[in-house]
């Protein structure tokens, strides 16, 4: 499962996102996993991370029959949750950040999933340390949505099985 980030910060291209496709393109081609979940936010028609991590997957060499979409990624809960109960998945990789891993592992444990974490490169300098920061306050949304709230997806919707098109 790719975690979906935005391609650009104004003009430049987005480390964050860069690095997560370098290490899915990683795995798939050193056979780790044979097919790519990607999911991210598509809440606007000017907004589509899935499909436009797709379609750089797809440039760098991963078959789009390989390449499974999640348009309803809108917060890490919602991809891990989904992965499982939309896409059949008990078992799987979470290919981002280490931050943002560490967030996606404990919500798919606390969900009862097997997950691990594969970490693409992190982001140093002013952009990296803004994420960290943001970070520690997604972390006790997680605790608090896992614990307190029991929180669940925006959407679920018809189960998708990965591999069986």
Same mark, same amino acid.
């Given at each position: 499962?790719?975690? =979906? *980030?935005s391609?650009?910060v104004?003009? !430049?291209?987005?480390?964050?996102?860069?690095? %997560?496709?370098?290490?899915?393109?990683?795995?798939?081609? $050193?056979?780790?996993?044979?097919?790519?979940?990607?999911?991210?936010?598509? $809440? #606007? /028609?000017?907004?589509?991370?899935?499909?436009?991590? %797709?379609?750089?997957?797809?440039? !760098?060499?991963?078959?789009?029959?390989?390449?499974?979409?999640?348009?309803?990624?809108?917060? *890490?809960?919602? $991809?891990?949750? !989904?992965?499982?109960? /939309?896409? &059949?998945?008990?078992?799987?990789? /979470?290919? $981002?950040?280490?931050?943002?891993?560490?967030r996606?592992?404990?919500?798919? %444990? @606390?969900?009862g999933?097997?997950?691990?974490?594969?970490n693409?490169?992190? /982001?140093?300098g002013? =952009? &990296?340390? !803004?994420?960290?920061? %943001?970070?520690?306050? @997604?972390?006790? @949304?997680?605790?608090?949505?896992?614990?307190?709230?029991? #929180?669940?997806p925006?959407?679920?919707?018809?189960?998708?099985?990965?591999?069986?098109?």
């Open positions: 499962m790719l975690l =979906g *980030t391609k650009f104004g003009e !430049r291209i987005n480390l964050f996102y860069q690095y %997560r496709l370098d290490a899915a393109v990683e795995l798939y081609q $050193s056979q780790k996993i044979d097919y790519v979940l990607v999911t991210g936010d598509n $809440s #606007t /028609v000017q907004y589509d991370e899935p499909t436009t991590m %797709r379609n750089d997957l797809v440039q !760098r060499g991963i078959p789009e029959d390989h390449i499974v979409l999640d348009y309803a990624g809108f917060r *890490t809960l919602d $991809s891990v949750v !989904r992965a499982n109960r /939309v896409f &059949g998945q008990e078992a799987f990789t /979470v290919i $981002s950040q280490k931050f943002h891993n560490e996606a592992v404990y919500l798919a %444990r @606390a969900h999933l097997d997950a691990i974490g594969f693409a490169q992190d /982001v140093g002013y =952009g &990296g340390m !803004r994420v960290l920061l %943001r970070e520690q306050f @997604a972390r006790l @949304a997680a605790i608090l949505d896992v614990k307190v709230l029991n #929180t669940q925006k959407f679920l919707g018809e189960p998708i099985q990965i591999g069986k098109r």
